[in-house]
């Protein structure tokens, strides 16, 4: 069974910096790509990151370029995202997802979500 | 950026009833790259279709999706009471991969 496990989420300043993981298992995980996807509070889903089975070819959408940096880790079969600069638009539960072998993108498992609150 | 409209905001059926939603994209999206989520408050997305028409493993052949290019289609043919929930189409043809803003489909 497929088991995608985030943690890491926690209320943080503007400015701070958190790290979430995502432990995975149920799955060969080094072989399929991994995306984070996250939800603002009332609001739609929006794919933020993502990283393919070898950890190379990272993405990032606009609106956190530069500040946020995805990883993995297929020994340890833990997906992770360092959130730098963290801002207020950055409230939101973050999802971790597996894309389906032969459509990277479209995502056939989720986590339960870990939610990041930023602000003083 | 492909920009995915769904429609309609709220559908408000009874259990039973066919419902009925649409994602129309700004352009054509690439290969059919068209998926369907389900979202229950306070639960993560569930894939129900992907390629535009296929049903992932373990949805019911009550949920059916169809369309092409810009225009497409969930029908889900008779609502259960655990179908009520809000619905999210994704378009994974191109980047940035991009999801609608979602469909609620609520008990009438």
């Known amino acids: 069974e497929v088991q995608l496990v985030e943690s890491g989420g926690d209320l943080v300043q503007p400015g701070g910096s958190l790290r979430l993981s995502c432990a995975a298992s149920?799955?060969?995980?080094?072989?399929?790509?991994m995306s984070w996807v996250r939800q603002a509070p009332g609001k739609g889903l929006e794919c933020i990151s993502a990283?393919?089975?070898?950890?190379?070819?990272?993405y990032y959408a606009d609106s956190v370029k530069g500040r946020f940096t995805i990883a993995r880790d297929n020994s340890k079969n833990t997906l992770y995202l360092q959130m730098n600069s963290l801002r207020a638009e950055d409230t939101a539960v973050y999802y971790c997802a597996k894309g389906r072998v032969t459509s990277w993108y479209c995502f056939d498992f989720w986590g339960q979500g870990t939610l990041v609150t930023v602000s003083s | 950026e492909i920009v995915l409209t769904q429609s309609p905001g709220t559908l408000s059926l009874s259990p039973g009833e066919r419902a009925t939603l649409s994602c129309r994209a700004s352009q054509s999206v690439y290969s059919s790259y068209l998926a369907w989520y389900q979202q229950k408050p306070g639960q993560a997305p569930r894939l129900l279709i992907h390629g535009a028409s296929s049903r992932a493993t373990g949805i019911p052949d009550r949920f059916s999706g169809s369309g092409s290019g810009t225009d497409f289609t969930l029908s889900i043919s008779r609502l259960e009471p655990e179908d009520f929930a809000v619905y999210y189409c994704q378009q994974y043809g191109s980047s940035p991969w991009t999801f609608g803003q979602g469909t609620k489909v609520e008990i009438k």
């Open positions: 149920g799955f060969t995980f080094s072989s399929f790509a």
């Open positions: 990283i393919s089975g070898t950890g190379s070819d990272p």
